[in-house]
Each structure stands twice: as C-alpha cells, then as structure tokens.
C-alpha cells in the first residue's frame, strides 16, 4: 500500500483522507494542518500520525507520497518541497494565483522525474472520460461546438471570496482544463470573456464577478462555450454537451435516484440534484487517486500534469485580459 501524507485538513482536505483510507492501494501515513485541531481530527479518524510541520511530513522517511490540499498560496512551495524529497505529489488546483510564481515553479523543478499530478478531479467523472473517449474514437464524428456548464448552488462566503483569486481562477479554471481533455491537440487560441456580479452586487466591491460566459476557439475553429453560475437554486449544476457532425454527446446531472414523478401536479418531476462537489465527483476524486497510484507506481504519465495546470491558468489570465479589454484575448503559449 502507498503510504500517503496529507497537508491541508480542510473540507477537501477531510474527503482525500476518507478516499485514500477507503483504498486498498493507498494508507493515510500523516497529516499536516497549520490549523492543529483540524488536524488532529483527520488523524483521528484515519488513524495517522500528526505532523506538526509541512517539513516534517517530506522529511518522514515513512511517507511514499503527498497530497496538498492546503490554501492555494502554498502549493508551489509544496510542489518544490515534494520534488526536492523525491516524494510523488498530488496538488489540488490551482498551481498557484500568479501566473509568475507558476513559471519559477516550473523552473524549479525542471528536469524532475518525480510525478506532480495537480487535482482537476473532473477530468476522471465517469460521464465526462465517457465523453472524451467517444470524441478520441471519431464515431461520433468530428467535434463541432463544446458547451460546459458549471453552476454552484450557493456562493460562497466573503473571506473565501477574497483569497480566491477572482471567480475564473477559482472556479472556471476546473472547466479550461475540461474544456482541453475533451478537445485532445486541438488548444484553444483565443477566448472572449463576459462577466458580472448579476447574483449579488455587492461583490462589486471587491472588484468580484458571480456570472459569466467564456467563448474559446481552438486553433483549428472548433468553438467552445462555458457558461458559469455562483447560484443555482436548483441544485449542483455540472453537464457537457458536445455537438459533432455525425450528432451529440451529453454528460448530465447527477440525482441520488432515477426516480421520475408524474401527478396531476406536475409531470417528469426527479430528485434534485446532488448538493456539492464533495457528492456529485466523489466518483471522480476516487478515480483520481487511482491514476495517481498508477503513476507512482506503474510510471503511468501524471495527467492532468504540471503543464495542464499552467495552461488552464493561461486561459484563466485570457479570459481577465479579454474582460478587462472587451475584446478577444489570444492565448499565450
């Protein structure tokens, strides 16, 4: 079993530890938190030692791996840590805010052969790899248009807000790494951005968005429309349409049932859908561990890798640009 370590206790953090120590492949070693009940609750409940410094935790001879679910400000520090000990790390999303730090992490660990995985979860849904592999096989035809749709059910609070980083980096920057798995070698090369705080005004203020859609076209034509949300009342809101010319291919919703209703009342009436991310990509977060596993221990190439994460930021900083113009932004390569 691989012996994991976990920095960062939060909520993401609590639900990574859950996985690995569900895994018959992977055993929660240590855990690591700068917010020591949270920690010390984690360890509890997996039965893992608490390490009191993120430094201890890649200087522990007995951790085979690492996985960062820590504030993002951290993650490029911990990448290098990771890579300097030799230790196989998995980094939740984003590599890093400023797209300067990102570049010197990359020089950084240049030539490394030691796997970094960053955690864009979405890519192993079951729904979307099924996506992806009808549009790698061509029987659906050539890929047309691409449509993502990504709304949350409620906003998140202030001082999340403000350490987020702006809305596209936070959130829209899981749907740019989406929006590259399905698309294969066909990269987006220009992107348009429209984006406004419509759900709660306030956020102006903090010079913050709640809305917006995001139009990329790659560089052989191929559009792509993401379409994101801080609010949506009815529930977690994550599907993919991909329209090719021999039809269509759709990832939907997830509920806790197949179950329809009709009455007098109304018709076709299902379960809402599931509540957060934590629910509705459980599925995927454990997919994710299990290719991590596979990278550490078959050689398998990490993916999404440490280039995905930059590239997603790259469209993430296009998209600022093009709100910040008006106009089309092209992508920097």
Partial sequence: ?????????GRIGRMHAEIVNASSR???????????????????????????????????????????????STHADYIEAAVRAGKPVLC???????????????????????PIQIGF?????????????????????????????????APPGDDYLR????????????????ARYLLGDDEPVEVWACAQALIDPDLKQMDEVDCAMIVMRTGEGRQVLINNARQSPYGYDQRIEAMATGGMLQSTNRTPHGI?????SGTDAGAPYLDFFIERYREAFV??????????????????????????????EAAYQSLETGKATRVET
């Fill in 287 to 316: 997919h994710q561990l299990n290719a991590f596993v596979d990278t550490v221990e078959k050689g398998t190439p990490a993916s999404p890798s440490f280039e995905d994460g930059l590239k997603a930021l790259r469209l993430a």
């Fill in 92 to 114: 939740e999303k984003p590599i890093d805010l400023d797209i300067r730090r990102v570049l010197a992490c990359r020089d950084a660990i240049a030539g490394t052969d030691v």
């Fill in 121 to 153: 979860n979405r890519r192993f849904d079951p729904g979307h790899t099924a996506v992806r592999d009808e549009l790698a096989s061509g029987d659906i035809g050539r890929l047309l248009q691409l449509l993502i749709t990504s709304r949350d059910p």
């Fill in 1 to 9: 079993m691989l012996k994991t370590a976990l920095i960062g206790c």
């Fill in 163 to 178: 350490g987020a980083g702006g809305m596209i980096r936070d959130m829209t920057i899981h749907d740019f790494d989406l």
């Fill in 260 to 264: 329809a209703r009709f009455t007098a």
């Fill in 26 to 72: 992977t055993h929660l070693t240590l855990v690591h938190d700068v917010h020591g009940p949270s920690a010390a609750s984690v360890a509890e409940a997996s039965g893992a030692r608490v390490a009191e410094t993120a430094e201890a935790v890649f200087d522990d001879p007995d951790v085979d791996a690492v996985i960062v679910a820590s504030v993002t």
